[in-house]
């Protein structure tokens, strides 16, 4: 299953660049998350492999990510014009997932993140999951990309959210 989503956050690019790469800031937008605790390596560096834990309602999702593109590797002064590249794999009982995101200039202060999102399936419960729900994967896609604008943009946090 693939499929792409995108959206315009209205702040520059290096600073849109420094918040997703910030560890510190994880919890704020990126709703559900219990843990993300790095087994090698550095935080956001290729290479690095992370244990990831999840909540949704009652059902908790556990998952190992490998950092596997980040160009470029200082979110510092990126040049104008460059596209940043941040790719990941994420590895979980019955599947596999890669998601490579694209951070651009949409304007002196807009960024464009484009997400680009790939989902393998090896258990039967996560085959009928993907068969019978394929648009709850990019639903859940657009609502963290949503988060994080909301984060970036006012300061709200998921946390604090009451839906």
Do not use: C
Request: no cysteine.
């Amino acid at each position: 299953m693939k499929y792409t989503v995108s959206i315009e956050v209205a702040q520059p690019r290096e600073r849109v660049v420094r918040l997703l790469s910030d560890p510190a800031h994880l919890p704020m937008w990126l709703r559900g998350l219990v843990l993300h605790e790095p087994l090698s390596g550095v935080h956001g560096e290729v290479g690095t492999t992370s244990r990831v834990v999840m909540r949704t309602g009652k059902r908790t999702f556990e998952a190992t990510e490998t950092i596997t593109r980040r160009e470029p590797a200082d979110p510092h002064g990126i040049p104008a014009g460059s596209v940043v590249h941040f790719d990941r794999e994420i590895v979980a009982e019955g599947m596999w997932s890669v998601t490579r995101d694209r951070l651009t200039e949409a304007g002196a202060h807009t960024t464009l993140w484009v997400s680009e999102n790939e989902y393998r399936f090896s258990s039967l419960p996560m085959r009928l999951v993907g068969l019978l729900m394929p648009g709850a994967f990019r639903r859940q896609s657009l609502q963290h990309m949503r988060d994080f604008k909301a984060f970036a943009e006012e300061g709200r946090d998921v946390r604090e959210a009451r839906d």
